[in-house]
């Protein structure tokens, strides 16, 4: 059974950052690709970053710049640096991995 667990979200103030984790198991990790999703309040689910097997990253527009994700094969895990925090970051983020979600993690900037 798949299993994605996400960690560190918490409370920061505007242009602040927080490193997001998220723990997988049931799946041979190494050969997914992953992503981050976010759900801003009141807002549809959207897509913020991916990453490939190989390493290779994409991101959404309104994160380029300032968030970075990365993945630890040997810890099946997947993580998401967030730097140069904006109000309109605050969200809850999902870790993704084909139709398997977790159970997400808050995000909240305070301007």
């Known amino acids: 059974q798949v299993q994605l667990v996400e960690s560190g979200g918490g409370l920061v103030q505007a242009g602040g950052s927080l490193q997001l984790s998220c723990a997988a198991s049931g799946i041979i990790f190494r050969v997914h690709t992953l992503n981050w999703y976010r759900q801003p309040p009141g807002k549809q689910r959207e897509l913020v970053a991916t990453i490939t097997p190989g390493g290779s990253t994409k991101y959404a527009d309104f994160v380029k710049g300032r968030f970075t994700i990365s993945r630890d094969n040997a810890k099946n895990t997947v993580y998401l640096q967030m730097n140069s925090l904006k109000p309109d970051d605050t969200a809850v983020y999902y870790c993704?991995?084909?139709?398997?979600w977790g159970q997400g993690t808050q995000v909240t900037v305070s301007s």
């Open positions: 993704n991995r084909l139709d398997s």
